[in-house]
Nanobody, 122 residues
C-alpha cells in the first residue's frame, strides 16, 4: 500500500494541526501508525491505530494527540492539540501488521509515506 501524508505546517506553541494520511487501497488489513523525526534524532513512534480498534500513544503526546482511522476513506488522521516546540519534526505515516511488543519499532512497518513537516514556534 502507498501512503501520502498532508496537513503539516507552521504553528505557534499551544496551537493545533491535523495531519492526514491517504492510503492507495483498503486499510482494513493494516495497523496504521504515525512516527516523527527531528534533526539529529532517530525516528520515533507517536501513535498507532490498530485494525481491531485499539489505539496507543507515546507518553509525551497522550492527552494532546488523537489518532483516528476511516476505512471508508482509507485514511488515518492525527489531530494534534496543545502543540509544543518539541513536537517539531517530519511526521511519517506507516502501515504494517504489528504486535504490541514491537509497535514502536520502525522495522515492524512495511509501508511508509514521504513525510509532512510540522514546525512549532515557541
Amino acid at each position: 500500500v502507498q501512503l501520502v501524508e498532508s496537513g503539516g505546517g507552521l504553528v505557534q506553541a499551544g496551537g493545533s494541526l491535523r495531519l492526514s494520511c491517504a492510503a492507495s487501497g483498503p486499510i482494513r488489513n493494516y495497523d496504521l501508525g504515525w512516527f516523527r523525526q527531528s534533526p539529529g534524532k532517530e525516528r520515533e513512534f507517536v501513535a498507532v491505530a490498530r485494525r481491531n480498534g485499539a489505539k496507543y500513544y507515546e507518553d509525551s503526546v497522550k492527552g494532546r494527540f488523537t489518532i483516528s482511522r476511516d476505512s471508508a476513506k482509507n485514511t488515518v488522521d492525527l489531530q494534534m492539540n496543545s502543540l509544543k516546540f518539541e513536537d517539531t519534526g517530519l511526521y511519517y505515516c506507516a502501515a504494517g501488521s504489528i504486535i504490541l511488543s514491537t509497535m514502536r519499532r520502525i522495522e515492524t512497518y512495511h509501508s511508509w509515506g514521504q513525510g509532512t513537516q510540522v514546525t512549532v514556534s515557541s
